[in-house]
């Protein structure tokens, strides 16, 4: 799908002992205010719905695209991480959150940044040669402390996105749950019980070409890792689903207690994509007012129930596509992409079939 709003921006700077990273995260929380109407209407839809062919906004469009979207050379109202991240433990050694002006200088598909790590002539290549390092480093030691990792080939341009979002994400809620001591839209995993690791590790040992580290049976979540690392390709896929066949729901709670267990997080929570979850908009209200809005437990329960609704509105629209002869990968915001005999890629110019807006309509009665 291609993307139509872009929450966040970096910028990186190195020294001796410490990097300093600034995670810039669109700032809807200026425009949508509590008591209005586009707030009512923003708790109402929860989060963005993503669909082949569709985006179902949780903002109005011209917010999600164009207003509060961090374009690329043009100023944009954002709310800024600044993390100090010491060299030799990578943790904070200082966090300010405060809200900016950012004039981004690229924006950067995964394939570009890609590009840019492998020239050392582009442009900004130093910038995202730096980044990945730290993120490399970020990823390394979540790991090593148990963060489970069910895609472990993914590509350095996606490893520095979801690396720098992490840390963007557990700085602010180290922010509000240490130093302010306040309520805030928490991230709790829980963890599945013995039983149901036991049938998952059982399910992936039986598996053809798997192989798990003994050194990592301690902690299902490093044997899960280890399996993933060191097993035959064919087995990836079956030993994901084995995984995220027992793990429970994450939900949104205004206390972390028990925190993220997938994550292995003692504290999180969701800070840095407000244009497409409700979730981060009202923890971007939560930072910039200092307060916590009187009905926080009924929108985090609002957040955690639309986002299953969306989960399954995808699930279904897939599988709508698949029964109809269309593969849901292969279709983007501009309709059904096609690959022809010599393998070019051929967009159908305007919507998808008739009845894919027909179902559309049927599920948003």
């Known amino acids: 799908m291609d993307a139509q709003d872009f929450d966040d921006a970096l910028s990186i700077e190195e020294d001796e002992e410490s990097y300093t990273l600034w995670v810039h995260i669109a700032d809807v929380s200026h425009y949508v205010h509590p008591d209005s109407e586009m707030w009512a209407e ?23 695209e164009t207003v509060c979207s961090l374009v690329p050379n043009e ?8 993390m100090e991240i010491g060299k030799d433990s990578l943790s904070f050694d200082e966090i300010q959150i405060y809200k900016s002006v950012i004039h981004s200088d690229a924006r950067l598909t995964y394939t570009e940044c890609e590009q840019m790590l492998n020239d050392p002539e ?13 993120a490399e480093q970020l990823h390394e030691q979540r790991k090593a402390d ?26 602010v809620t180290h922010e509000l749950m240490w130093n302010r001591g306040v309520e805030a839209m928490y991230r709790v995993h829980p963890q599945p019980t013995p039983q149901q690791w036991d049938e998952a590790l059982r399910e992936i ?17 490093k044997a899960v890792n280890s399996a993933l690392e060191n097993s035959a390709e064919r087995a990836l896929n079956k030993i994901q689903k084995a995984v995220l066949k027992v793990m429970p729901r994450a939900k949104y709670m205004n206390d972390p ?14 800070f840095t994509s407000p244009i497409r979850r409700l979730s981060d908009l009202i923890n971007h209200w939560i930072v910039h007012e200092n307060d916590v809005p009187e009905d926080l437990i009924a929108l985090c329960d609002q957040a955690s129930s639309r986002q299953k609704d969306a989960e399954t509105a995808e699930r279904l629209y897939k599988q ?29 110019e305007g919507l998808p079939p008739e009845a894919h807006r027909s179902w559309l309509m049927l599920m948003s009665e």
């Open 42 to 64: 923003t708790v109402e839809r929860g989060n963005t719905v993503y669909l082949p062919g569709y985006t179902i906004h949780m903002l109005p469009p011209i917010l999600a």
């Open 75 to 82: 100023d944009r109202l954002a709310h800024t991480v600044e």
């Open 122 to 134: 582009s442009a900004l290549h130093a910038e995202n040669t730096r980044v990945y390092e730290l």
């Open 146 to 171: 148990g963060s489970l990792v069910l895609n472990p080939a993914r590509d350095r341009a996606h490893t520095i996105i979801e690396e720098c979002m992490l840390k963007a994400n557990k700085a």
């Open 205 to 221: 040992t039986e598996l053809d070409g798997v192989d798990i580290s003994a050194a990592s049976w301690d902690d299902p979540r």
């Open 257 to 270: 207690f028990g925190g993220h267990y997938a994550l292995n997080f003692d504290i999180y929570g969701h």
């Open 320 to 348: 709508f596509l698949e029964e109809n002869g269309l593969d849901p990968y292969a279709v983007n915001n501009r309709g059904v992409v096609t690959v022809d005999d010599d393998g070019v890629t051929v967009n159908r």
